[in-house]
């Protein structure tokens, strides 16, 4: 009997209408939420906005015709407007622009559709990957309307995007997170241009690539993490000597920080101005906030014990999340020195312990 495949499925049944936040998120206790319903803007708000999309527009050009040589000519102010936030209208063209995927995609016309057709074809075999996409689908932002129905556009779109990357590239294939990454840049572009944008983040386009932090073993993320417990201990001190004493260290509460760049449990938007800096700054910008994070809530984790410890590493306050008091904080801690030495200090290390495992190995054959 022929297998059933995904494709092959009805859409579930439309969910009930229910109030959204701005970005699409059900809020069934507006009340609670500072990103409710919109609230009602002054006049004023909405022309300082207006005035912010003009001076966007103005520097993007037609279609982004314009941005390389904006970015040349005024590097400076391009940084300074993107951590104030990139104006939600024109976010999905920017993060296509910053990263590098615009290129990518007009270099290789048609390839998506390739991929996509390839995994539609009867003859190919269901894999590992797919199994593990189909059961993380209706897990990725399911309170969000657009990925609520089953097997509905959203989900169909998630499916074929990173099924598309795990034929692409069958070194990585498809892991856990990944999923967090297509659905956010999904909710901004289209499957193409969200698949293209993938591409550029674990290849590296612009930036380093990440394809490490979901390699088997995710010797990435075993760096990360590393080289933040050292900044933890050289930035704050007093609460690094706590996690010690506590025995916390950051594979409890920071993996997920990294691996789906705080797009997996944090507020959707601080992960989006976090999303606007970590696309034209890279991966520092996720140290600079888990630092601060830590910074904040310092004086309130360093005489807590074990349990509480994990839950509020787990469980920031909500004040703690406001993108405007976070961010600046942020942006004022300096470590890209301090990175690339750990990163050689990581390498050298992570060099000892493999000699030291071909040594043992070699003794066991002979």
């Given at each position: 009997?022929?297998?059933?495949?995904?494709d092959?499925?009805?859409?579930?049944?439309?969910?009930?209408?229910?109030?959204?936040?701005r970005?699409?998120?059900?809020?069934?206790?507006?009340?609670?939420?500072?990103?409710?319903?919109?609230?009602g803007?002054?006049?004023?708000?909405?022309?300082?906005?207006?005035?912010?999309?003009?001076?966007?527009?103005?520097?993007?050009?037609?279609?982004?015709?314009?941005?390389?040589?904006?970015?040349?000519?005024?590097?400076?102010?391009?940084?300074r407007?993107?951590?104030?936030?990139?104006?939600?209208?024109?976010?999905?063209?920017?993060?296509?622009?910053?990263?590098?995927?615009?290129?990518?995609?007009l270099?290789?016309?048609?390839?998506?559709?390739d991929?996509?057709?390839?995994?539609q074809?009867?003859?190919?075999?269901?894999?590992?990957?797919?199994?593990?996409?189909?059961?993380?689908?209706?897990r990725?932002?399911?309170?969000?309307v657009?990925?609520?129905?089953?097997?509905?556009?959203?989900?169909?779109?998630?499916?074929?995007?990173?099924?598309?990357y795990?034929?692409?590239?069958?070194?990585?294939g498809?892991?856990?997170?990944?999923?967090?990454?297509?659905?956010?840049?999904?909710?901004?572009?289209?499957?193409?241009?969200?698949?293209?944008?993938?591409?550029?983040?674990?290849?590296?386009?612009?930036?380093?690539?990440?394809?490490?932090?979901?390699?088997?073993?995710?010797?990435?993320?075993?760096?990360?993490?590393?080289?933040?417990?050292q900044?933890?201990?050289?930035?704050?001190?007093?609460?690094?000597?706590?996690?010690?004493?506590?025995?916390?260290?950051?594979?409890?509460?920071?993996?997920?920080?990294?691996?789906?760049?705080?797009?997996?449990?944090?507020?959707?938007?601080?992960?989006?101005?976090?999303?606007?800096?970590?696309?034209?700054?890279?991966?520092?910008?996720?140290f600079k906030?888990?630092?601060?994070?830590?910074?904040?809530?310092?004086?309130?984790?360093?005489?807590?014990?074990?349990e509480?410890?994990i839950?509020?590493?787990?469980?920031?306050p909500?004040d703690?999340?406001?993108?405007?008091?976070?961010?600046?904080?942020?942006?004022?801690?300096k470590?890209?020195?301090?990175?690339?030495?750990l990163n050689?200090?990581?390498?050298?290390?992570?060099?000892?312990?493999?000699?030291?495992?071909?040594?043992?190995?070699?003794?066991?054959q002979s």
């Amino acid at each position: 009997m022929e297998k059933k495949r995904t494709d092959d499925y009805e859409p579930g049944p439309v969910p009930p209408p229910a109030p959204l936040d701005r970005f699409g998120f059900v809020k069934p206790d507006l009340n609670n939420s500072p990103d409710g319903l919109a609230r009602g803007r002054s006049a004023n708000e909405y022309e300082r906005e207006e005035r912010r999309i003009r001076k966007w527009r103005k520097m993007i050009g037609v279609g982004g015709s314009d941005w390389k040589h904006y970015v040349k000519r005024k590097p400076h102010v391009v940084k300074r407007r993107i951590r104030k936030g990139i104006p939600d209208c024109l976010r999905g063209l920017v993060w296509q622009l910053i990263s590098g995927s615009r290129d990518l995609l007009l270099m290789n016309p048609g390839v998506y559709e390739d991929f996509v057709f390839m995994q539609q074809l009867v003859i190919y075999e269901t894999s590992a990957s797919e199994l593990d996409i189909i059961r993380d689908i209706s897990r990725t932002f399911p309170s969000h309307v657009f990925f609520q129905q089953r097997h509905g556009p959203g989900q169909r779109s998630l499916y074929n995007v990173l099924k598309a990357y795990s034929v692409f590239d069958r070194d990585v294939g498809y892991v856990q997170g990944m999923g967090f990454l297509a659905a956010l840049l999904l909710l901004y572009m289209s499957e193409e241009d969200a698949f293209w944008l993938l591409v550029a983040l674990l290849k590296g386009a612009v930036h380093a690539p990440m394809e490490g932090l979901y390699q088997v073993g995710l010797p990435l993320v075993q760096q990360y993490l590393f080289q933040f417990d050292q900044l933890v201990r050289e930035y704050l001190p007093r609460l690094g000597e706590h996690f010690t004493q506590e025995m916390i260290n950051p594979s409890m509460y920071a993996s997920q920080w990294f691996i789906t760049v705080f797009s997996y449990s944090f507020p959707f938007h601080l992960a989006l101005r976090i999303w606007d800096v970590f696309l034209y700054e890279g991966v520092k910008i996720v140290f600079k906030v888990g630092l601060a994070l830590l910074k904040y809530c310092h004086d309130d984790m360093i005489n807590l014990p074990f349990e509480k410890l994990i839950h509020a590493l787990r469980n920031f306050p909500e004040d703690a999340m406001d993108p405007n008091t976070l961010l600046p904080m942020a942006y004022s801690i300096k470590v890209s020195k301090r990175l690339e030495g750990l990163n050689q200090e990581y390498e050298k290390k992570n060099g000892k312990q493999v000699q030291l495992a071909d040594f043992h190995e070699k003794q066991k054959q002979s």
